[in-house]
């Protein structure tokens, strides 16, 4: 196992390595007067003009050839420096920092319900194949499929927020903002949930939660549906096996048969298909985010853009193959727990 | 067991669905959501509405607007507004005149500096002095003084990046620089101002400072010649704002000496150092700025020389989604939304829901043609030639062109189905109740016959010929520009099929780095809303000067070559109106620019601003001033449950 896990990490910088020196490749494709915006602080330093394009051109050696301008392209991004996001008024670094907590913490809240209610549910199909359940669970994931997720997002924010008034969008209520921005609230992690147990505020964690639950439900619903269905065919393949019948034939309880040799096996896909869910996620979910008024990182990178904004975009974009590539080794190292043979190979 | 459920939970929506309606939330805290975004808290830095929410609300000037109108003052700082019969306006030697201001005594900022035990000083908020420390307030440090008015006056016109700033810089010297850089560059005797050398900008900056002096409590501003629109300029919430000197110094801002003044010209926007600091004087300060969550908070400043706000805070934040913005203001958890105009008569019968419309607003929205823009690496004229795939740089240079496009807009539609009858078509610069306006004069009118005549002539035919491909910019969010630019590209594709206009919307600040943020533009074609900040069509901040002349606000962002145009035909005729003293004889002189504008297609005018706002019927104090575009100044404002 640890040998596995030593091979698979790697695997890392190389793939990173990789993943930067295509999207500079890309960023390469545009010319010096369009590239110079991200190496400036911001695009006030271009007002200028001609003259002062062509002297930042010069300054920052954007006609150097391709492996010194990329040396110094990754010695910048190694220092932090991503350049001066204009839809973000700060630096690209710092942005992406700043929004990853309000992502990161839609995405702990969507993910394991996501996962746990397409194992149970896609079980349950399996196991009762073409029988009411199954039918049910299979109009409930066909549903899903075909709701777009602009529409979902809307129709429950106006039953639950514009009907009832019970869970409004944003991240805090009004009162919880002023509070959160006082001096008696510490920032610990970014996630209000979290900061606010941390710091002992149960109205906080409550009024966070409560903001959660709608944009939690819009992107389950969305999620759940395609994760379901492999899960359910997977159960079904994997109840056709040989272990299983012979389980069955050895006596043992259903229960058994289902939980311990099917489901457990069933899961590998499962897995992998979690793991680009998880990374979708991260990479933001722009409507839900710009439905439910809840300014991550989704938002952030639709807007760069439709801005052009490439400092934000280029920044972004290594943001997510870094994600990409750190959850394709947790995948990685999750096979073998769920399949030994993967351990051996 | 569980058949109940359903119906129950039904029963519970529906019950609880009215109480969501109606209950005041938030009281004290007005929460305003709007789709703009500021982009500094800097005064000198800023130029825009958004902006002034802020600005007019954190910072004090000399004078303010009296309420609604656009042509009285009120004192602020200055104790007094300036006039002939209270001596403050003084005719000097050589046509010069002065304006005095005596400075209120006691006006403190909302950080002030105290003196600790072991002899340092620190930055504390004002209103959570003990009476023992502030006590050891140390003298002018957060308590403005005329010295200060100074410093803030000349900061802002030697930083020389706003035009409202320069607009301050063209009023000291009666018009005849736009901005320090022509001043410093005449000075100095040289052609660039990357060539005035330090003996020049010392120049520049004694200048600046022997036409600003302090005696005691009083500032005199000495202008070269009479500058009608003075205390106009002097009350607008943009560069005119007083910062206190001290503070700004320890923000590591410009020292105040000659020597150094060009290290803090035009600062890229992240290096200034005001750029997220906020130390004024007005009713509010700056709580939070949450750059990534686009929040702003604003807290009440108790310390406030004429008393405390009635609001305890304002919180302007950006949500994009008309939808979510609706339901949050029928939900009580906003006060204030941005609203589309097509959605005004059904947002008004909802209750709880107030509609005020019909506020006077003093400007139009125009697409504006600019040539020639930038011809390097710009995607926005495709090809860059007349080949079907692009356009030249300058490709509205040619009038034929303009008038082209001019008569490819439907104005009729634009007014009934999309500003829903609610507004005018805009005739030129000078909208109704400005001088130079009237309802007579020629405008443009949908003819694609006429269209097609223009453009066959344009270009010596080669533009019918190959056609053309061109983009258009938009700020995001605003469908009534959408609407406008759909409209003139479904149009020009009915005139000939080879016609293309391509729409893209970007954020405000990106948007403005195409078409103003720049020597070279590189758009052709912005759809945009720009207005005179005072009454008179004449003067730097005129209606007139900003679309007509070669040095106005339009002038500067749509290129060279309509700068041309504006100082062959345009110029000579605006000195003239603004030289004329009889006001009948400037009546003419303006109407007749204003059918200039439309004889030479400068502009494709659309139409006449339309003013509304939507609010939760228990916001009260609205005081709507069309100068400031409608900015709130939130200091009377106030929120309780109706009875």
Redesign the interface.
Known sequence: MLAYAIRRLSFVPIVFFALTLMIFAMQMM??P??RVITY???????????A??AALIEKYGLNDPFYEQYGRWIGNILQGNLG?S??????VAE?LV??FPATLELVIFAFVPVVLGAIWLGSRAGVHLNRPVDHGIRLFTVLGWSFPTFVFG?LM???F??????F????L???A??EV?GGGFRRWTGLNTVDALLNGNLPIFLDSLRHLILPVVTLCYVSLASMTRIMRTSMLEALRQDYVRTARAKGMSERVVQNRHARRNALLPVVTIAGMEVAAMLGGVVITE????Y?GLGQ?AA?AA????FPAVLGFALYFSLVLVVLNLVVDLLYPLFDPRVRLA | MKSWIGPSLGI??LA??G???AEL??PG?L?YLWTS?I?TLDPAYMADTPNTYVSINTHMRLLNYKGSEISEFVPALSTEVPSLENGLIKPGENGSISYTFPIRKGVHTHKVGVKGADGAIAWKLYDELTDQEKAAIVPGYGELTAQDVKYSLMRAILQG?SWMANAVTEMITAGKYPNIEAWAMDLAGVKTFAEVDAAGLAKVHDALSDKIKVDGDRVTIVLDAPFPATLGIMALPFATSILDEEWTRDQGDWDGTAGTWKQFH??????DKLFEVENGSGPFMV??WD????KI?MKRFNGYWQGPAKLE?V?LRS???W??RL??L??G?ADVVTTPVEFLDEVGEKPGIKVTQGLPQVFGRSIFYIWPV?A??NPAIGSGKLDGKGIPPDFFSDIDVRQGFNYAQDYQLLLDDVLLGKTVQLRGPTVRGIMGYRPDSPVYTYDPEKAAEHFKKAWGGQVWENGFELTAYMT?GNSAYHSALSLLQQNLARINPKFRLKIQ???A??FA?KVY????PSAPMAIMGWGPDYSDPGGPLGAATYYLSSTGLVGGMVGEGYRQLMRDKFDPLLKQAWTTVDPAEREKLYAKLQDMSHEYATTQFLWEEYGYIVTRDWVDGYVHNMIEYGAWDFYPISKAEKQ
């Not at chain 1, 927020?161 to 019970?166: D, P, Q």
């Open positions: 545009l010319t007067t369009q400036v602080g911001s695009p006030d330093a271009l007002k200028g003009g001609a002062q394009v001066w204009e839809t973000a008024r700060m630096p942005a700043s929004l809307l924010l106006m039953v927020y514009g009907s009832v008034g019970w409004p969008p944003g991240r209520s009004q009162w903002m002023v921005g710009t439905i439910f008024d300014h952030f807007n439709a801005n052009l904004d | 519970a929506l609880l669905s109480a969501a309606q939330k938030n805290t929460v975004d982009r990046d035009k600062p890229e926007l992240g290096e709580e939070d750059r990534s969550q686009k908070t805070r919180v949500v994009p989604e939808t979510t339901l949050q029928e939900a958890d930038s390097v690496d995001e919307q970007l954020q600040a990106t780095d943020g720049g020597a070279d």
